[in-house]
């Protein structure tokens, strides 16, 4: 587990250095920090129920700008603002159309300094969660989506979700990654080589057996949100178009109702926690509400061909990141050995 300096604090020569370790756990993420002072270890696991759980931490003084660090709102310029707002802009349209925003939004958002993993991660979902439920109302007032397959599908995700949170918990992400990885490029060959595929909706299952795999579909997908998380919406619309049967566009506008419910189910868990920037996810969320807005009219008008091409590039992205990850996380370590 990565261990970085996060402080140091100097008072009548005795230095105070704090350790940060971060580990993820689904949904949520775990910030644990560890203190060094006088030669002893102290583990606070998380700043914000630090004196809660140890007692000892209440005898510890951290330096003066602790908070402002934290929260990294304080050195937060004008520049890194803007450039979060347009990544968010442009995330919304990516997820309105085929999913996979949060490639783009989390990685600038931790571009912002002094701002930890896990707050990055919060704040995201709020932003996100003013996108999907911009594109979701879109698509429902435009594209007339079955609301049964939706709704079912959404509540199991939302299920799933924390059942995949639980199991991070256990099991490390890194364990399922090359699998992803692998199944991501059958995906993408599959989706390139047969055109004719998410063209126009034929319904493989009818009845119970069509809300059985959709229910089915729901709850591995919620379990993927919770355990690793990127990608979630694009996963849903293949899953929708590959399995079931949907063309791109009504599997698109699904995904978005699904996608709201596995987003409100990370904040159901991150707001307890403290860990939401309130005031930038609300700046994010109305940039990421434009570009959904923006992105689910498009998808609508332009149809499934527009969103197929989108969908491809988003999985090729996707494949980029998840390998990366893949190589730092499961290779380099054995070759380092």
Same mark, same amino acid.
């Given at each position: 587990?990565?261990?970085?300096?996060?402080?140091? /604090?100097?008072?009548?020569?005795? *230095?105070?250095?704090?350790?940060?370790?971060? $580990?993820?756990?689904?949904?949520?993420?775990?910030?644990?920090?560890?203190?060094?002072?006088? $030669?002893?270890?102290?583990?606070?696991?998380?700043?914000?129920?630090? #004196?809660?759980?140890?007692?000892?931490?209440?005898?510890?003084?951290?330096?003066?700008?602790?908070?402002?660090?934290?929260?990294?709102?304080?050195?937060?310029? !004008?520049?890194?603002?803007?450039? &979060?707002?347009? %990544?968010?802009?442009?995330?919304? !349209?990516?997820?309105?159309?085929?999913? =996979? $925003?949060?490639?783009?939004?989390?990685?600038?958002?931790?571009? @912002?300094?002094? @701002?930890?993993?896990?707050?990055?991660?919060?704040?995201?979902?709020?932003?996100?969660?003013?996108?999907?439920?911009?594109?979701?109302? #879109?698509?429902?007032? *435009?594209?007339?989506?079955?609301?049964?397959?939706?709704?079912?599908?959404?509540?199991?995700?939302?299920?799933?979700?924390?059942?995949?949170?639980?199991?991070?918990? @256990?099991?490390?992400?890194? &364990?399922?990654?090359?699998?992803? &990885?692998?199944?991501?490029?059958?995906?993408?060959?599959?989706?390139?080589?047969?055109?004719?595929?998410?063209?126009?909706?034929?319904?493989?299952? /009818?009845?119970?057996?069509?809300?059985?795999?959709?229910?089915?579909?729901?709850?591995?997908?919620?379990?993927?949100?919770?355990?690793?998380?990127?990608? #979630? $919406?694009?996963?849903?619309?293949?899953?929708?178009?590959?399995?079931?049967?949907?063309?791109?566009?009504? %599997?698109?506008?699904?995904?978005? @109702? +699904?996608?709201?419910? #596995?987003?409100?189910?990370?904040?159901?868990?991150?707001?307890?926690?403290?860990?939401?920037?309130?005031?930038?996810?609300?700046?994010? =969320?109305?940039?990421?509400?434009?570009?959904?807005?923006?992105?689910?009219?498009?998808?609508?008008?332009?149809?499934?061909?527009?969103? *197929?091409? +989108?969908?491809?590039? +988003?999985?090729?992205?996707?494949?980029?990141?998840?390998?990366?990850?893949? !190589?730092?996380?499961?290779?380099?370590?054995?070759?380092?050995?």
């Amino acid at each position: 587990m990565a261990r970085t300096l996060f402080a140091e /604090h100097h008072t009548n020569g005795v *230095r105070t250095s704090v350790y940060r370790d971060l $580990g993820f756990v689904g949904v949520t993420q775990a910030a644990d920090l560890h203190v060094r002072c006088h $030669g002893s270890t102290l583990d606070l696991p998380h700043p914000a129920r630090a #004196t809660n759980d140890n007692p000892r931490a209440q005898n510890l003084t951290l330096p003066s700008d602790y908070a402002q660090r934290v929260l990294g709102i304080d050195e937060l310029t !004008w520049g890194v603002l803007a450039f &979060v707002i347009i %990544a968010a802009l442009f995330a919304g !349209w990516v997820d309105a159309v085929v999913g =996979g $925003g949060g490639l783009v939004q989390l990685p600038a958002m931790l571009l @912002i300094p002094g @701002i930890t993993p896990v707050q990055a991660l919060a704040t995201n979902k709020l932003g996100s969660i003013f996108g999907t439920a911009t594109s979701s109302i #879109t698509y429902y007032r *435009r594209a007339k989506p079955d609301m049964r397959t939706a709704t079912i599908m959404a509540v199991i995700a939302l299920i799933g979700s924390f059942v995949g949170a639980f199991v991070a918990t @256990i099991l490390p992400a890194s &364990v399922f990654k090359p699998i992803i &990885v692998v199944a991501l490029i059958g995906v993408a060959l599959f989706t390139a080589f047969k055109p004719a595929m998410g063209a126009q909706a034929m319904l493989r299952f /009818h009845g119970k057996k069509h809300i059985l795999t959709a229910t089915a579909l729901g709850a591995v997908i919620g379990f993927y949100d919770g355990m690793i998380g990127p990608g #979630t $919406g694009t996963f849903l619309v293949i899953s929708l178009v590959g399995l079931i049967g949907y063309d791109f566009l009504q %599997a698109s506008a699904k995904a978005k @109702i +699904v996608n709201f419910a #596995t987003n409100l189910g990370a904040l159901l868990l991150f707001v307890p926690h403290g860990s939401v920037l309130w005031l930038l996810g609300i700046v994010i =969320g109305f940039a990421n509400m434009l570009g959904s807005y923006i992105g689910s009219r498009m998808a609508i008008s332009r149809g499934t061909k527009f969103i *197929r091409i +989108v969908f491809l590039v +988003v999985v090729a992205a996707l494949i980029v990141k998840l390998s990366i990850d893949v !190589w730092s996380e499961n290779i380099a370590p054995l070759l380092t050995r």
